[in-house]
């Protein structure tokens, strides 16, 4: 599915608080008025997120049949999902996070930091090779205060750019969420030092009022 879901029905509002906090009552109306959440049940899809990567694949061509693919900070799987659905029965993608995540029919899934070492090996292992695309939709938990969130993901997109070049092969791809907020300008930066092509992405499926966007750089110069 390529096309922004379209809502049907009503909008639903919720019956009563139930104890829930204010910004617990946004979050639960927000979700269950959104298509793109209604959308991912029906399309077997762990998360509408899936979408944004469909959505950039759709438009930037990240992931080739047969590719090796990494997603970073992977659970709960929906990016997972569409690597592996488009790398196909020749790809491999390795999916590591922290957390404990449901097996992705013909992923491997590794649990731990993939800042370790030995993570990288694994990693590594697991592909056979070299990687052909790094991925990340990490994001910390937010504080609400935008400033401190700003710095916080851009660490983490950091983070994941460390790992991205030190196992991509030539030509590789990398894509990883920030936020807007100046800092990125920096990585902008960086990764034109690494990669011949470096742009932001703003899928369809980013919420509006969201200061979210990727970057999406390809070309690796190894």
Known sequence: MTKPPTARGLHVSLRTADGRSTAS???LQRQLNDPYVAAARADGWRSRAAYKLIQMDDRHKLIKPGARVVDLG?????WTQVAMARAG??????????LPMDAVAGAT????????????AAVLEALSGQAELVLSDMAPNTTGHRPTDHLRI???????????LKVLAPGGGFAAKVLQGGSEAE???RLRRHFRAVRHAKPEASR???????????GFRA
């Open 74 to 78: 992977a659970a709960p799987g929906g």
């Open 208 to 218: 509006k009022d969201s200061a979210e966007l990727y970057v999406v750089a390809t």
């Open 109 to 120: 899934i590794l649990q731990g930091d993939f800042q370790d070492e030995a993570a990288e």
């Open 187 to 189: 990585m902008m930066a």
């Open 25 to 27: 009552q946004r979050w």
């Open 154 to 164: 851009m660490a983490l997109a950091e983070l994941a750019l460390d790992f991205a």
């Open 89 to 98: 029965d020749r790809g491999r993608v390795v999916a590591i996070d922290l």
